[in-house]
């Protein structure tokens, strides 16, 4: 086969040998690339910024835009199949690595879908998975027709590119709506209505290029500004809401026809039902407990996916605890390396600004 040699994508499943190419060198590819070599593979990063974290543990680093032809090209001349690792790749980048005869996954249709929250909801409703009750926004004057049709209060948030809560804001009355249209920068918008929720869950599922399923245990988040500053799995959770998590990632998984990871975020009601927030069509931050948490973690899983391999076991072999290390916290690494059943995660960042997420701890406990 021409694993890497830039003849036709070779077959599934991709051999040892075989390159992987992920847009994107964050901390998440980082941390598939150190997966991908575990079982073999290289990986070829492309990121704009030529000391990405994933790119300083890569086979081959692009330095360029994701939008760049050349770039493009040269990753598509390098990788057997191509992955990314953050929502925000433009679908332009999907299509130009689909025509260079590439093969994409997840899909070019699971990220466009996720890139709009407006696509996502409606999305997720049609394909029987539930969701709070929302409303499309493109001015102030929807907003005062959401809420005569919603009630009050109702979430505003922008269509694209908000996240860890950025782009949003609550409003609880008509006169309202102009201020709250320029306050999420007066572009395309969801009202949503509250959650009223008791805790915040996610599952990590898989699903392979056999249409094989795999779930792990429920994870329990528990966010600060927007962000995630803490996960606990497997969750306190009846076997009940784990099926229920579990109905509903296979469903999605099987309406996308998906291959790789995916992050669900789930509200939990005080009646026990769950509710999607929204999903990431990637590994994700509330998954990271699975490094040392389960059989085979979810980059492991999602580079056997899109490799094509049969997936992996993902019991649980221990109860932990998982901690983001945001901005200067990245400063205790010497005392958090000396804790006992404390496995360290960082993602060789050089600048610590705030907020930012620098690493984590997985705090390891027997499983109950
Ligand atoms: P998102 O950017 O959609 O992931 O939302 C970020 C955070 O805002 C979530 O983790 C929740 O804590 C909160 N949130 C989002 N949507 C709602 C909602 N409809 N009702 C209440 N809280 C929400």
Same mark, same amino acid.
Request: hydrophobic letters at 35%.
């Given at each position: 086969m021409s694993a890497g040699r830039g003849g036709p994508a070779a077959g599934f499943p991709l051999p040892p040998g075989a390159v992987i190419g992920i847009l994107g060198g964050g901390q998440l590819g980082r941390m598939l690339a150190m997966a991908a070599a575990r079982l073999g593979f290289d990986v070829a990063v492309l990121d704009p910024e030529p000391n990405a974290p994933a790119a300083r543990v890569a086979a081959h680093a692009i330095a360029g835009a994701y939008d760049d032809p050349d770039a493009l090209a040269r990753l598509a001349g390098l990788?057997?199949?191509v992955t990314f690792e953050f929502e925000n790749v433009p679908a332009a980048a999907i299509e130009a690595l689909r025509t260079l005869g590439r093969p994409v996954a997840p899909s070019g249709r699971a990220l466009a879908i996720a890139q709009d929250r407006l696509a996502e909801k409606t999305f997720l409703n049609e394909a029987g998975a539930p969701t709070v009750a929302f409303a499309p926004v493109g *001015?102030? %004057?929807d907003i005062v027709r959401a809420l005569e049709r919603l009630g009050h209060p109702l979430l505003l948030k922008t269509r694209r590119g *908000?996240? %860890?809560g950025k782009g949003q804001t609550w409003i609880e009355h008509p006169d309202e709506a102009a201020g709250a249209w320029e306050a999420i920068g007066a572009q395309a918008a969801i009202a949503e209505t509250p959650a009223d929720f008791r805790r915040e869950l996610s599952i990590i599922?898989?699903?392979g290029r056999d249409g094989e399923i795999a779930l792990y245990p429920l994870a329990e988040n528990h966010h600060e500004?927007?962000?995630l500053r803490r996960t606990a799995a497997p969750a306190r959770a009846s076997p009940a809401t784990q099926a229920q998590a579990e109905r509903i990632a296979a469903t999605l998984l099987s309406a996308l026809d998906y291959v790789g990871v995916i992050g669900i975020e789930l509200f939990e009601r005080d009646d026990g039902r769950l509710l999607v927030n929204e999903f990431a069509p990637?590994?994700?931050n509330s998954g990271h407990w699975?490094?040392?948490g389960c059989e085979v973690d979810q980059f492991e899983q999602h580079i056997r996916a899109v490799a094509g391999w049969p997936l992996g076991p993902t019991q649980a072999i221990a109860q932990v605890e998982m901690t983001n290390l945001l901005g200067d916290e990245i400063a205790a690494w010497p005392r958090l390396a000396a804790e006992p059943e404390t496995r360290v995660w960082l993602?060789?960042?050089?600048?610590?600004r705030p907020g930012r997420k620098m690493g984590h701890v997985n705090r390891l406990r027997p499983l109950k």
């Open positions: 990788a057997d199949v *001015g102030p %004057d *908000g996240y %860890d599922a898989a699903r500004d927007g962000v990637r590994v994700h699975t490094l040392d993602y060789g960042k050089a600048e610590a």
